[in-house]
């Protein structure tokens, strides 16, 4: 079984600050990570995947974000944020093993950026 | 956007009245997913499709049911529809069983009355 926890339910942040949102997950096997954006009233959107390689990927909107093995974590990062930025975001990871890739979620972090 | 389409957009039903969300695609992919979003809980699988015919059970399958009979089209009925199952349902679609991402479609708000 594999488990998702995003450590912060609401992050406020100042617009053109930096922002981190936490994410850390728990599996057995090897995983697949990858970022969700939520903007109201719709579905979600992938930001960025990290399946193999290279541990900092690059998405898009200007998030990046770092797998750390030992650590078991996945944090996405934007230098500077926009008011657009203003959306909820989800932290998956999905097993390598198994017939259908099944994506368990993270409960969301929503990111509000203020004028 | 990935061509996904969930019908109806709304839905608000009584206790016990069954009720059926499709979810058409337009992309063939081969996975279907039926999340559930509810605040606090994220999203959770509720079943999935590998193929025609071939669907399986997510972690919040209890009340719900799932049929594909074709490619393009995946239905996720609530036999006898609970207060408990007041929610935003997800499609989702994959092209493969491996890293490819989901793509979601724009959901469907249920409430039970």
């Known amino acids: 079984a594999q488990s998702v926890t995003q450590l912060d339910s609401q992050v406020p942040v100042f617009e053109e600050a930096p922002v981190e949102l936490r994410c850390n997950y728990s599996?057995?096997?090897?995983?697949?990570l990858f970022w969700y954006v939520q903007y109201p009233n719709q579905g979600l959107q992938l930001l960025l995947k990290?399946?193999?390689?290279?541990?900092l990927v690059k998405g898009i909107n200007g998030f990046e974000a770092e797998f750390n093995k030992s650590q078991t974590s996945f944090h996405l990062r934007k230098p500077s944020v926009h008011i657009s930025d203003t959306a909820e975001y989800f932290c998956?990871?999905?097993?390598?093993?198994?017939?259908?890739?099944?994506?368990?979620f993270g409960s969301g972090t929503q990111l509000t950026v203020l004028p | 956007d990935a061509g996904i389409t969930q019908s109806p957009r709304h839905k608000v039903t009584e206790t016990g009245t069954p009720v059926t969300l499709r979810c058409h695609q337009t992309?063939?992919?081969?996975?279907m997913y039926w999340y559930r979003q509810d605040p606090g809980h994220g999203l959770r699988l509720i079943h999935y499709?590998?193929?025609?015919?071939?669907?399986d059970k997510g972690e919040v399958s209890d009340g719900y049911s799932v049929s594909r009979s074709k490619t393009e089209d995946f239905l996720l009925t609530l036999e006898s529809a609970t207060s408990s199952q007041t929610s935003v349902y997800f499609c989702?679609?994959?092209?493969?069983?491996?890293?490819?991402?989901?793509?979601f479609g724009n959901g469907t708000r249920l409430t039970v009355t």
């Open positions: 989702a679609i994959s092209a493969t069983g491996g890293g490819s991402p989901l793509h």
């Open positions: 990290y399946l193999s390689g290279s541990t």
């Open positions: 992309e063939n992919h081969r996975y």
């Open positions: 499709s590998y193929g025609v015919k071939d669907t």
């Open positions: 998956a990871v999905s097993a390598l093993s198994g017939s259908a890739r099944q994506l368990t």
């Open positions: 599996s057995s096997v090897s995983v697949y």
